[in-house]
């Protein structure tokens, strides 16, 4: 983000108001229509700029705070996960949103928990694929067999999009 950015105007979304269906090759966040993997400015354009936190291996990551909101971009700056917070508890990562999300999260049609459910269930956590998506899930409480699936089961979920 270079110097005038800071002077943008930001998208306005209430946390409670953000809806993000997740089709296989796209996302639709309140109406914006994107195609995935994008480049990280289209998310710009839709959830405002992130805080920055750069992570390992070239990869950054980058969080939407107030609305629970996190992704991994490569050195191309392409967005390739996208992942929310979903649990108040869990233990924060350093990239991890300051609050948890509380808006809808589809994926392909179905709520994200139903969606994870669906999946192979893992010592950690859930895992699914759904086409070119793959969906991981970990549980809030893994060390302790916490794995029932219900509401506040999964710390959060990430959405990984793969190149066909």
């Known amino acids: 983000m270079g110097f005038f950015d800071i002077f943008r105007k930001k998208p306005r979304i209430a946390p409670d108001e953000l809806v993000i269906n997740v089709m296989e090759r796209s996302l639709d966040i309140n109406g914006h229509y994107i195609e995935m993997p994008c480049n990280i400015k289209a998310l710009y354009d839709v959830l405002g700029y992130p805080r920055r936190f750069d992570g390992q291996a070239g990869n950054v990551n980058l969080t939407w705070d107030k609305l629970g909101v996190y992704c991994y971009v490569n050195q191309r700056m392409e ?57 991981f899930g970990a549980y809030t409480d893994f060390e302790n067999g916490d794995k029932n699936g219900h509401h506040g089961a999964y710390n959060g979920i990430e959405i990984q999009f793969h190149r066909n």
Request: charged share 25%; hydrophobic share 40%.
């Open 79 to 135: 967005v390739y996960c996208l992942a929310v917070k979903a649990h108040p508890d869990e233990i924060p990562a350093g990239f991890d949103p300051k609050r948890f999300f509380v808006g809808q999260l589809n994926i392909c049609g179905e709520q994200w928990e139903l969606a994870l459910s669906l999946g192979d269930d893992l010592e950690i956590g859930r895992e699914r694929s759904v086409g070119s998506l793959s969906l």
